[in-house]
């Protein structure tokens, strides 16, 4: 008997399987990974569910959500929370993707950790069927810490699982969860996973994404979270790297065929890189770049590179009132 198990990392996933593979149930774990996660590294997926997968002894598949899940963040069908995160849609993707799974292994059901009335939008009762229904697991998922206040579901009924041996957790707080850990001996890196579109400052950049660029690329995607984003036009946007690490991000991301990246040479500055140019650049480029500078009163040599090649000088700054306007 095989089930597929959504591992976040967290406290609750982790705990929702052990109570399975307890009973007997040979698990495969299920990690989605997004550039918008907090705790995702880019080649093994959650690093905090690689390591609960290790000590939970089971398998860990891992998923990368493409340019369709971030066609449901443009457009959810059932709004978003606090900024850009649309968490039902996001259970509905997560889930139909865990019964393909599911099928394609010969498991016979679905492990969540979700926990009755702990998020506001995605966790209400009402919300829990919805998103069963919606991506047609009704009936198959199992929310193991949550059971006994929940209807019985088909491993329930059939005797798969014990219905006495699961649980009835409620509530935002996880004190039980983290009594239950603790008697068990089992380590949670990740308490609660993190999604970065509840943040309002990438909240903004992605709106403004949508907004001006219908092409976005994953690339687009992952740059959302480095360095400075400035509008400077409708057509026009410039990422000025923070620091020396963030310079090395945004030439890894580079296209000399399609892309602009500007380097401050001497004195040292940030790059700057504009991704699908086609144009003239703007003086106001070299205005923000002057001022990201360490340069104060002396010319600024600037390296430019990408579909325009070239090399010179420049003495300005921006206003900070104006630069201030463009800020993303």
């Known amino acids: 008997m095989k089930a597929i198990a959504l591992l976040s990392g967290g406290l609750d996933s982790t705990l929702a399987i052990k109570l399975v593979k307890d009973q007997g149930i040979e698990v495969i774990a299920l990690n989605f990974t997004s550039p918008f996660c907090t705790c995702t590294s880019k080649n093994s997926g959650c690093s905090a569910a690689a390591k609960s997968a290790r000590e939970l002894g089971i398998p860990l598949k891992v998923i990368a959500k493409g340019l369709d899940y971030f066609k449901i963040v443009e457009n959810p069908k059932f709004g978003y929370g606090s900024n850009m995160n649309p968490c ?21 059901f679905l492990i969540s950790g979700e926990v009755v009335g702990q998020r506001p939008m995605s966790q209400t009762r009402h919300t829990l069927r919805l998103i069963e229904k919606e991506a047609g697991v009704e009936d198959i998922l199992l929310r193991p810490l949550s059971a006994k206040l929940l209807p019985p579901t088909l491993p329930e009924r059939m005797g798969w699982i014990d219905r006495d041996k699961l649980l009835s ?17 089992i380590d949670y890196p990740c308490p609660a996973g993190g999604c970065l579109l509840t943040d309002k400052f990438i909240a903004n950049r992605v709106r403004d994404l949508f907004k001006f660029k219908k092409d976005y690329d994953l690339d687009d995607i ?107």
Do not use: W
Request: proline residues 3%; aromatic residues 6%; glycine residues 4%.
């Open 169 to 185: 957790i409620s509530g935002r707080g996880r004190s039980e969860q983290i009594k239950i850990a603790k008697n068990n001996n």
């Open 222 to 328: 992952r740059l959302l979270k480095i360095g400075r984003h400035i509008r400077i036009s409708k057509d026009l946007k410039v990422i000025v790297a923070r620091d020396e690490n963030e310079c090395v991000k945004l030439k890894n991301t580079f296209d000399e065929k399609r892309d602009i990246i500007i380097c401050c040479v001497e004195p040292k500055g940030p790059y700057l890189l504009i991704k699908d140019f086609n144009g003239d650049i703007p003086e106001t480029v070299f205005q923000i770049a002057y001022r990201y500078s360490d340069a104060i009163v002396e010319p600024l040599l600037l390296e430019i590179d990408g579909v325009i090649k070239s090399r010179l000088t420049y003495t300005k700054t921006i206003d900070e009132e104006t630069l201030k306007s463009m800020i993303i």
């Open 88 to 108: 039902i849609d996001c259970r509905i993707y997560i889930f139909k993707k865990a019964k393909e799974l599911m099928e394609e292994v010969g498991a016979r």
